[in-house]
């Protein structure tokens, strides 16, 4: 089955220390997604990069870090920096060029204490 | 950034009975998505708009591209329990998807029974 891979579901970290969130997509997509989601609140753009070896930074980019050293893997990094962590974090890709439709992962539950 | 402003925020209706939700913007899009979250996942792409004016249906979902390129609506006839949850609206205005999707806050959507 064809589809995005987040794990693990549930993360749960102390205070100061980095973690970092897996993303895996075998849908040979060439553009992925980091973003943040807060309580009532909608999705918010961390990370993307839509292609191997680049990534830009979207609009809460601070105190996180991405790297894209193969099309299929586009983990993140939530560093001791980021001064309220804990939240849901969804990963996403889509076929550049082609549409906007982008497909979610299952999401991170990430809680730091 | 751009913002979309998503309403109702919330609604409480009768099972059978239709829905309606709607999302506008201060800007253009060149594409309206609509995605679907359940508690504790991640959200499913249900509709995709990418013509001033198009109406789209799927089963019983229908949504509409407005001829502004600023709103969209979603509607759901003769909800039914699994409607519950919280839907998306999302814009797109770069090419291919590239740089993200601007995402509404959500309209929760509880059906009593």
């Known amino acids: 089955d064809g589809g995005i891979t987040q794990s693990p579901k549930y993360l749960f970290r102390k205070e100061g220390q980095n973690v970092t969130l897996s993303c895996e997509q075998n849908l040979n997509h060439d553009a992925m997604y980091w973003y943040r989601q807060d309580p009532g609140q909608g999705l918010r753009l961390i990370y993307y990069?839509?292609?191997?070896?680049?990534?830009q930074k979207g609009d809460i980019a601070e105190g996180y870090s991405v790297s894209r050293e193969k099309k299929e893997s586009f983990p993140l990094t939530v560093t001791s920096a980021q001064k309220n962590p804990t939240a849901f974090y969804l990963c996403?890709?889509?076929?550049?060029?082609?549409?906007?439709?982008?497909?979610f992962g299952p999401g991170t539950r990430l809680t730091v204490t | 950034g751009q913002q979309l402003n998503q309403s109702p925020q919330s609604m409480f209706i009768q099972e059978g009975e239709d829905v309606s939700m709607n999302c506008t913007s201060s800007?253009?899009?060149?594409?309206w998505l609509w995605y679907k979250q359940d508690p504790g996942e991640g959200p499913v792409l249900l509709i995709a708009?990418?013509?001033?004016?198009e109406l789209t249906s799927n089963g019983r979902l229908t949504a509409q591209f407005g001829i502004t390129r600023k709103d969209s609506f979603l509607n759901i006839s003769a909800s039914i329990p699994s409607d519950v949850g919280i839907y998306f609206c999302a814009g797109g205005n770069s090419g291919g998807g590239a740089d993200g999707l601007t995402f509404g806050k959500g309209t929760h959507l509880i059906i009593q029974p």
């Open positions: 990069s839509q292609i191997v070896n680049d990534f």
């Open positions: 708009l990418y013509k001033a004016g």
């Open positions: 800007s253009i899009f060149n594409t």
């Open positions: 996403a890709s889509t076929q550049t060029g082609e549409s906007y439709e982008q497909y």
